[in-house]
């Protein structure tokens, strides 16, 4: 009798065989949910979401610089130019307000803070034009190094890349639900709006504009702070590994070397990450305490209705809750980063091998890699201009709380007002 042959538990293997595959393709891969959305919302044209695996790309295939130059003049990098340009005329044409302004009154107070709004979001379309292409270094560093520290650590970004998704739709609800109910409160206070064609025109350029705004405040924050993470369980695997090299007694069992090129590696990594998201960082901390000051100023001088009260306080905490997500993920890699000084210092130098030679080379390569650790702060920077640390974020604090400690003492009470008031009048002829 002919054998039958079954193939369906092979092709069960197969297919599984294949999704453990998928699965480990790299951190791109983790990131593919908010790739996708990046790209609708113009912000990502350097990043081929849809391509080969590195096991399938043939040794004739071109070089990766013909894929540079595509990248270069593709669609959407001309759609990304198109969102900045729409971002920053929208910036432009807010500052047209301030023309007929004679005074610093509420109004003024309100346009400053919604322009300053627009100026943030352009200028984080501006960044992922200019930073944008380094996330492909990014991707191929950090799964170089995974694999050689040996940690596999992918479905947690996935899961936060899918959290964070759903997360941006919700914020989208929220946000136009509250545009709905300002547009509402407007609209029933003064005179009805004309229905021609030109008018619901503009309604929905202004929504379009208000998406790309909306997105682009979130989705940058949530990159930046997913990107951080990422670096920060990479320096902690490498941390995890070092302290592992040292006995109880203190003896170091291991190559220092080898451990300080791994530590280099690791910052090289952290500094393509940083020439992303350096012009967000120094945008978002440039324009934080300006927000905060002048939302407190119009909220504590300025009797406002109720819902311009709320959407003060909602400005307000917008720029709270995007300043501590910055701080905190920017803080923790910093100290992720210099986290292995304590493990060096713990080793025990008397407790080497008699060898001489092996004593001075171990020697030196502590110094070599203390040297490394302390010369200069580890972490994300503002272009450049500061690191952002323990005694940055201390700083900045404390000016947020003076300046709004400030704003606070100079609030005039009605008395004072009143007796102005009367000045004017009897100066006046």
């Not at 995890?240 to 910052?267: C, P, Y």
């Not at 917008?318 to 803080?331: D, H, K, N, R, T």
């Not at 200069?376 to 947020?400: E, H, N, Q, R, Y």
Request: net charge negative; with cysteine.
């Amino acid at each position: 009798m002919p054998t039958i042959v079954v193939p369906v538990a092979e092709d069960k293997q197969k297919s599984r065989s294949a999704w453990m595959e998928d699965e480990l393709q790299g951190l791109k891969w983790s990131f593919n949910p908010l790739l996708w959305v990046l790209k609708v919302a113009g912000l990502l044209h350097a990043v081929q979401i849809k391509e080969k695996p590195n096991d399938d790309r043939n040794e004739n295939d071109e070089h990766p610089m013909t894929d540079d130059k595509e990248n270069r003049c593709s669609f959407w990098l001309f759609y990304d130019i198109a969102v900045f340009l729409i971002l920053l005329g929208n910036f432009i044409n807010s500052l047209t307000t301030f023309k007929d302004a004679n005074s610093f009154d509420g109004i003024v107070c309100n346009e400053i803070i919604t322009a300053t709004w627009f100026l943030q979001a352009a200028c984080y379309a501006l960044n992922n034009i200019i930073g944008c292409k380094h996330w492909n270094a990014f991707y191929d560093k950090w799964d170089k190094l995974a694999k050689y520290l040996g940690f596999k650590h992918l479905k947690t970004p996935r899961r936060i890349s899918i959290a964070t998704l759903i997360l941006y739709v919700l914020w989208l609800m929220t946000s136009f639900g509250f545009m709905g109910i300002g547009i509402y409160f407007i609209s029933s206070s003064g005179p009805p709006p004309p229905d021609d064609a030109v008018s619901i025109i503009i309604k929905i350029l202004q929504l379009i504009i208000y998406f790309y705004f909306v997105s682009a405040w979130f989705l940058l924050t949530a990159m930046f702070v997913i990107a951080s993470y990422v670096i920060y369980i990479a320096f902690r695997h490498f941390k995890k590994k070092f302290v592992g090299a040292i006995s109880v007694e203190g003896k170091f069992n291991g190559d220092m070397e080898k451990f300080r090129l791994q530590h280099v590696s690791l910052v090289d990594l952290l500094y393509t990450a940083d020439n992303i998201f350096s012009m967000y960082l120094l945008v978002t901390i440039g324009t934080i305490i300006p927000l905060i000051i002048f939302t407190l100023y119009f909220v504590l001088f300025k009797s406002v209705d109720t819902f311009a009260y709320a959407a003060t306080w909602w400005s307000v905490g917008l720029s709270f809750i995007q300043i501590i997500f910055v701080f905190m993920a920017g803080g923790v890699v910093n100290h992720e980063a210099h986290a292995i000084l304590s493990s060096i210092y713990a080793i025990d130098l008397r407790s080497m091998s008699s060898e001489e030679s092996l004593q001075v080379s171990l020697v030196l390569d502590m110094t070599t890699f203390l040297t490394q650790l302390t010369s200069a702060p580890i972490g994300f920077t503002a272009f450049g201009l500061f690191t952002i640390d323990k005694p940055t974020i201390i700083t900045f604090a404390g000016s947020i709380v003076t300046y709004a400690v400030v704003v606070i003492q100079f609030k005039p009470s009605d008395n004072s007002l009143d007796q102005i008031q009367q000045a004017m009048n009897c100066t006046t002829p």
